[in-house]
């Protein structure tokens, strides 16, 4: 059973600021969404079926739905122009980084920092984390680390996290799903 929206909006008068409202509520939480998404966030303003159809059928006219093909379970994926707008400014500025190096860090600063966070956390990196942690420390100005849930991901991240504020640095990241 669908369930419409009894509260009016006027926002099913102006197409583009329903896009708007709906991209927003979507982004917060989605960079991808389906068209079962889109539909989903269109009951919370439409009040019966034909408002609905209307507002869906605006919403895929919209200059800020980008339709990015289907996905692994067949079903049709999109984005809004400002998440799409904001990957390609993310993939531009990691470019940029990519062809830049960042300080070195000696060896020995390295070890002293490690032995210091792991005593403080008391937790030891396991190999494969310190090379990890190698990895993100090097002279690149960009790293990526990529892993399965419950791997010591946000461990590792702390290590290094750690080497670079005992090296007086500010440090930025993100986490993409």
Not at 29 to 35: A, K, M, N, Q
Not at 50 to 79: C, H, P, V, W
């Amino acid at each position: 059973t669908v369930k419409f929206n009894s509260n009016y909006d006027n926002s099913l008068k102006e197409p583009e600021l329903l896009a708007k409202k709906i991209f927003q509520g979507i982004e917060h939480h989605e960079s991808v969404f389906s068209e079962r998404d889109l539909a989903g966030a269109v009951l919370t303003y439409a009040n019966n079926k034909t408002e609905f159809d209307s507002a869906m059928e605006n919403l895929k006219k919209s200059k800020d739905l980008i339709y990015l093909g289907q996905g692994e379970d067949g079903r049709e994926r999109y984005t809004s122009r400002r998440m799409f707008d904001i990957e390609n400014s993310l993939q531009a500025t990691t470019e940029k980084l990519q062809k830049r190096n960042h300080i070195r860090i000696s060896e020995r600063k390295i070890n002293k920092a490690l032995e210091k966070y792991q005593a403080k956390i008391g937790k030891r990196l396991t190999p494969e984390q310190r090379n990890v942690v190698n990895h993100m420390v090097s002279k690149t100005s960009i790293a990526c680390v990529i892993g399965k849930a419950g791997t010591g991901k946000s461990f590792t991240l702390g290590a290094a996290n750690a080497v670079w504020k005992a090296k007086g640095l500010n440090v930025y990241g993100i986490a993409l799903a």
